[in-house]
Antibody, heavy 120, light 108 residues
Framework: QITLKESGPTLVKPTQTLTLTCTFS??????????VGWIRQPPGKALEWLAL???????RYSPSLKSRLTITKDTSKNQVVLTMTNMDPVDTSTYYC????????????WGQGTLVTVSS | QSALTQPASVSGSPGQSITISCTGT?????????VSWYQQHPGKAPKLMIY???KRPSGVSNRFSGSKSGNTASLTISGLQAEDEADYYC????????FGTGTKVTVL
C-alpha cells in the first residue's frame, strides 16, 4: 500500500525559505521509472505543478518557479524534500506530494497535503 | 506554460451525463495522449480518475470516461450521482506538467 505524507512549517515569513518533506512508504524511489512530485493549491484556487524527481535523480521544475525551487531525495529514508526560496504571501497554499508510477505521466497516489501560510 | 482552460462550472441532474472540456495547445494536449483527470472533494487530496487520455485506474467507476480531439481533452461522467459533486482538474504532460483551471461539478 502506497502512502505519502507531507511535513513542514505551517507558517513562514515573507522572504524566508520553505522546506517541505514528503515521507513515503509502499514503494522505493530507487525503482526504475518511479517519481515523486510536488503540487500546490492556493485556497480556493487550482492545482499547480511545482517539481518532480525521478528514481535516477533526474529533476524537473515548473518553468515559472524554477529559480526558486530545489527538489532532492533520500532513498534510504524514503523521503523527498522540496525547498522554495523567497517566500511571498501569494505562495500561501496547500502543498501536496504525489507518486508517479513507472512509465506513466500521472500522479496516482497523493499525500493529504499540508497548508503553508506566508505572513509576517 | 499556461494553465489548461476548463469551464468554471458544469451541472447536471442525477442520472444525466455531463462533459468537462480541457483546452490546451498543440504543444501539450494536442501533442501527446497524456492527459490525466483528477477529482477533488472539499478539503481532500485529488484522486486520479483517468490517465493517458482514456484509461481508468483500478477501482474507478466506468461511469467516468475520457477522450481527446485536437487540442481539447474531455471527461464525461455518465449516470451522474450525488457523490460526483466535486472539483475536477485535467493535467497534461509535455516535458513538464500543467494543470487545468478546474471545474466545479454540481449535481442538481
Amino acid at each position: 500500500q502506497i502512502t505519502l505524507k507531507e511535513s513542514g512549517p505551517t507558517l513562514v515569513k515573507p522572504t524566508q525559505t520553505l522546506t517541505l518533506t514528503c515521507t513515503f512508504s509502499g514503494f522505493s524511489l530507487s525503482t526504475s521509472g518511479v517519481g515523486v512530485g510536488w503540487i500546490r493549491q492556493p485556497p480556493g484556487k487550482a492545482l499547480e505543478w511545482l517539481a518532480l524527481i525521478y528514481w535516477d535523480d533526474d529533476k524537473r521544475y515548473s518553468p515559472s518557479l524554477k529559480s526558486r525551487l530545489t527538489i532532492t531525495k533520500d532513498t534510504s529514508k524514503n523521503q523527498v524534500v522540496l525547498t522554495m526560496t523567497n517566500m511571498d504571501p501569494v505562495d500561501t497554499s496547500t502543498y501536496y506530494c504525489a507518486h508517479r508510477t513507472t512509465g506513466l505521466r500521472m500522479f496516482d497516489y497523493w499525500g493529504q497535503g499540508t497548508l503553508v501560510t506566508v505572513s509576517s | 506554460q499556461s494553465a489548461l482552460t476548463q469551464p468554471a462550472s458544469v451541472s447536471g441532474s442525477p442520472g444525466q451525463s455531463i462533459t468537462i472540456s480541457c483546452t490546451g495547445t498543440s504543444s501539450d494536449v494536442g501533442s501527446y495522449n497524456l492527459v490525466s483527470w483528477y477529482q477533488q472533494h472539499p478539503g481532500k487530496a485529488p484522486k486520479l480518475m483517468i490517465y493517458e487520455g482514456s484509461k481508468r485506474p483500478s477501482g474507478v467507476s466506468n461511469r467516468f470516461s475520457g477522450s481527446k480531439s485536437g487540442n481539447t481533452a474531455s471527461l464525461t461522467i455518465s449516470g451522474l450521482q450525488a457523490e460526483d459533486e466535486a472539483d475536477y482538474y485535467c493535467c497534461s504532460y509535455a516535458g513538464s506538467y500543467v494543470f487545468g483551471t478546474g471545474t466545479k461539478v454540481t449535481v442538481l
